[in-house]
T-cell receptor, first 114, second 110 residues
Framework: DTAVSQTPKYLVTQMGNDKSIKCEQNLGHDTMYWYKQDSKKFLKIMFSYNNKELIINETVPNRFSPKSPDKAHLNLHINSLELGDSAVYFC?????????????FGPGTRLTVL | ELKVEQNPLFLSMQEGKNYTIYCNYSTTSDRLYWYRQDPGKSLESLFVLLSNGAVKQEGRLMASLDTKARLSTLHITAAVHDLSATYFCAVQYNTDKLIFGTGTRLQVFP
């Protein structure tokens, strides 16, 4: 199936731990994104990579570090997790040449920090 | 920075009725997107509006864009229960950045 996939789907961890979320897309897109959706369902962009180059880096604590090993993958590593990091993290991808740069979203990773 | 406001935030409507969700944004943009999100699920793309006056329809939903008024509408015709979900508009800002509205939670009851 062509899609944006994320692992894991659920992540429960203790404060202070370090964790990673992985994202892969097989849509042939050149741009990938990380979004955070908080408990009030508000969606905010965190990072974006175009052809492995970081192009959007919002005001996010530097405990969050994205990495894009290639155009099809975008990972998010979070150090020293805090309670406020609990949220759903969505990966998305798009192509500037297709469908008006429409973004396609992954299934989300629900992170709970205890 | 671009701000995107949706209203209403919550909409409870009876099956068979019509209603409109509004999306206002604060800075010039000619690209606007509508997404649907079911509880606990991902975001599903509904419409891509790329120019002033663009109108798209799919089933009971119709979206339009007025870039001069910085306004998009999502019109629901003869609502059915399956349309119950949260609807987000998102405005493109600086090529790749999407700024999302607050979402409108729609509940359709018999």
């Amino acid at each position: 199936d062509t899609a944006v996939s994320q692992t894991p789907k659920y992540l429960v961890t203790q404060m202070g731990n370090d964790k990673s979320i992985k994202c892969e897309q097989n849509l042939g897109h050149d741009t990938m994104y990380w979004y955070k959706q908080d408990s009030k369902k508000f969606l905010k962009i965190m990072f974006s990579y175009n052809n492995k180059e970081l192009i959007i880096n919002e005001t996010v604590p530097n405990r969050f570090s994205p990495k894009s090993p290639d155009k099809a993958h975008l990972n998010l590593h979070i150090n020293s997790l805090e309670l406020g990091d609990s949220a759903v993290y969505f990966c998305a991808s798009s192509s500037r040449q297709l469908r008006g740069n429409e973004q396609f979203f992954g299934p989300g990773t629900r992170l709970t920090v205890l | 920075e671009l701000k995107v406001e949706q209203n209403p935030l919550f909409l409870s409507m009876q099956e068979g009725k019509n209603y409109t969700i509004y999306c206002n944004y604060s800075t010039t943009s000619d690209r606007l997107y509508w997404y649907r999100q079911d509880p606990g699920k991902s975001l599903e793309s509904l419409f891509v509006l790329l120019s002033n006056g663009a109108v798209k329809q799919e089933g009971r939903l119709m979206a339009s864009l007025d870039t001069k008024a910085r306004l998009s509408t999502l019109h629901i015709t003869a609502a059915v229960h399956d349309l119950s979900a949260t609807y987000f508009c998102a405005v493109q800002y600086n090529t790749d950045k999407l700024i999302f509205g607050t979402g409108t939670r729609l509940q359709v009851f018999p």
